[in-house]
C-alpha cells in the first residue's frame, strides 16, 4: 500500500504536461537532421570514396582473374585478392570521413555567425547546449556510424567480386567463405570505435575555433598548434608539442592496434590492444579536455553577440 | 501582467555604451513602436530581451530571465531579425519540418496554409526566393507559432512598397489578437504609425519618448500658419519648426488644439516629424526653435 500511494500523486502531472506543451518535441534529433540537411558532404563524401574503391576493384578484378588461374596456392589468392583490398578500402573510407569531419567541425558553428542564419535558430527554443552537442554528435557519432556501415557494405560487394573471381578462375567458392569475415567486423568495429575516441579532442577543438575565429578558422585551427611547434623547436631545440600534436592526429591506429607485431599493411584480430588503449592515460586526459572544449563551444556561442 | 519588464538596463560594449540604464515596461497586448536612428540601441535592445546578449540591469521578459532562460522562453516568444537571416541552404519543406521538430507551439497546417496563399513552393530553397518570399517564409513560420511576444527587428527592410504594406496587413489581420504582444523596430515609421498602441523614441541608449498612441495624438499638435500669423503662433512655444512653401509648420507640445486652430491648419503630426523634432538635429528635444 505504501508503494502504491505515490503513484496518484504523480498522474496528474504526467497528465498536466502534454497539456502544457501542443506537441512532443525532439530538439536534439531535429538538431542533428538538420545538419544532415545542411551538410550532405557527411555520407556523400564517405559513398564516393566507396564508389571510386570498388569500381577500383572491378577494374583489377578483370586484370587478377586471369592471373588468379597461373597462380598455384588458393591460399595467396585469397590473401592477394580478398584480404588486402578491403583493408585498404576501409582506409579510404575511413580517411575520407575523417577530412570531412575536420572541416565540418571548423565550419558547424562558424558558418551560422557568418551567414547570420544562428539569428534563426536562436529564435527557436534549442539550448545552446543541445545545438552544440547535435553538432558535435556528427564528427563523434553520426559520421563514425556512416562510414562504418558504408565500409561494411564495400566489405560486402568486394567479398561478392572475390568470390565471383576466384569462381571464375576455378577455384572453389568455399575458399572465400573461410575468409575472415567476422575478424574483419570486429575489429572495423573497434577501429572506428577507437579512432574517435582518439580524435575527440582534436574535433572538439576545431569546432571551438570555428565559433572562436571571425574569420579563417582553418588558418587558426591549424596554425596555432603549428606556431606553437615551431616556437618550441627554436626556443628549446626540442620538439614534445609537435609530437604530441602528430600523435593525437595520426597515432590513433597505434594506441588501439599493437603494431609491433604483425604483417605491414594488414592488421588482425590478435593485435587488439584493449589493455593497451584504454589504460593509456592519453586517451582519458583527451576525452576531458574534448569536454572541456565542447563546454566552452557552449559558452562561446551563448556569449558572442550576434554578428 | 506586463510583457516586459526592464529597471536599469544598461550594454556596454567595449568604447561605446549602447543601452544605457533604460527602463521599459510593456503590456500584454501592446504594439510597440520602438524607433530610433541608427546605432541608438534598438537591437541592442531587443537581443537583450531576446536572450542573444548578456546585459546590467534587471530584466523579465514573461515572467522569465531572458539570458538564462532563452531556449524555455522561445517557446513563447517568436522574432523575425532581419530578412537575411534563414538559412540560405534550407528547403521550404525542410524550414517546417524543423520548426515543427523543435517547438512545441508550432502549427504546420497553418503555415502551409499561409503559404499556399503565396508563390512560394515546398521544394524551393531559400536562395532560390526573392527578399520578399523570404520573408512571406518567415512571417509563415512565425504567424504558425501560437506565441505571446512577437519582436520584429526591421522586418521589412528592402522590401519593396507591396510587400511592406502585405506583410503589415498580414500581422494585424492574421495574427494580431489583443492578447499577443508585438515589438517592432524599423525605419519606415509611417507604415506603421496606424498600427501601434504605443511609441518610444530611443536615442544614444536613453529612452527620449514613451507614450501610448492615444497620448500620443493628445499631447503633440501639428500647426501649418501663415508668415502673418508666425510669431502669435510661437508665443505657444513650438518644439520644432519648417519651413514649407512659403508657409511654416510648427510642432507643439501639450498646447491645446482649440487656441491653435485660428492661427492656421492644425493636425496630429506623424511620427517621423515627432522624430524630427525630437531626435533630429543636435539635441534639438526640448529647446524651441533651435531648428529653423
Redesign the interface.
Known sequence: MTLAEPVPDAVPETQAAPAA???????F???V??EL??NRSIYVAPLIAAGVFLFGCLVSARRVGPWLRHMESSAQARAAAAYAPPFFGDLVILGTALVVAVFYCLGALHN?RR??????W???????L?AVAAKAAIPLAVLPVVSLVIALITHLIVFGIDTAVLSTAGLTPQAAMQLPVLDQLGMLIYGVFTLTLWHAPAYAWFLLVGVWARRAPFLWAFGLPIAATIFENVAFGTSVVGRFFWQRLTGGLDQAFNTTHGGPGTITMPQIDLIGFFGNPGLWIGLVVAAALLAGCVWLRR?R??V | MACIEARGLRKKYRQTVALDGVDITVGEGRILGLIGPNGAGKSTAL?AI?????YEGQLTVLGRNPWTE??????D??????V????????VS?AL??????????DRAKAEAFLARTDIRMTSKVRELSKGMVTQLHLALVMAI?ARLLVLDEPTLGLDVLYRKNFYDTLLNDYFDHTRTIIVTTHQVEEVQYILTDLMFINRGRIVLDCSMETFEGRYVELLTNPERLAEARAFGPIHERQMFGRTLLLFDGVAREHLAPLGEVRTPSIADLFVALIGGAGAAGTPGAVS
Open positions: 506543451l501542443a506537441r512532443p518535441v525532439r530538439p534529433l531535429w538538431s537532421r538538420r540537411w545542411e551560422e551567414d547570420r542564419s544562428i539569428l534563426f536562436k529564435s527557436l527554443p534549442v539550448s545552446d543541445t556569449y553577440d550576434p | 537581443n531576446l536572450g542573444l546578449t548578456a532563452r531556449d524555455r522562453l522561445m517557446r516568444v517568436c522574432f523575425i531579425a532581419d537575411a537571416v534563414l538559412p540560405r541552404w534550407m528547403r525542410q519540418d524543423y520548426v515543427a521538430g523543435v517547438h512545441p507551439r508550432f501560437d
